[in-house]
């Protein structure tokens, strides 16, 4: 089934391991067959790995657009979510780290990268706070 990708002006993407860029006007690809495609929403730097879900994305990361260094980067997915996991309670999140690892086991790398964007909203409702609420709070001690 060929993937319709609609891009913006400018709009970075990785194709197979090459690195492109859309020109000045809003462009359409159709691609007719396999291929491993991330748009430049979808990357990340390693240097943005910088919290646990975002450290369990980027070696999911790392496989599906380096499938020959795999096996490298399977071993830190799989500590970084050992870890994960055993620090959260949540059965909802608990449940989208089984499917994350289900889909890494079967190479469905793109799946599994999608997946754990849900992990970067769960993290970020329990690592958020207001100050507003957090001051109020001091008041009652």
Known sequence: MPLKLSLKPGE????????????DKRTSLVLQNKACI???????????ANTPARRIYFPIMMMYLDGEEAENY????????????????????????????????A?????????????FEFERERLSYEPSRLSANAAHY
């Open 74 to 105: 399977y071993n830190d997915f799989a500590l970084r979510m050992t870890e994960f996991m055993s620090a959260i309670r949540s059965r909802a999140a608990l449940a989208v780290c089984v499917d994350i690892s289900r889909e890494v086991m």
């Open 107 to 119: 190479g469905g790398y793109y799946r599994a990268l999608m997946q754990c964007k849900k992990l």
């Open 38 to 48: 991330l748009r430049e929403r979808d990357i990340m730097q390693p240097e943005d």
């Open 12 to 23: 970075k993407f990785v194709l197979n391991g090459a690195v492109l860029t859309n020109g």
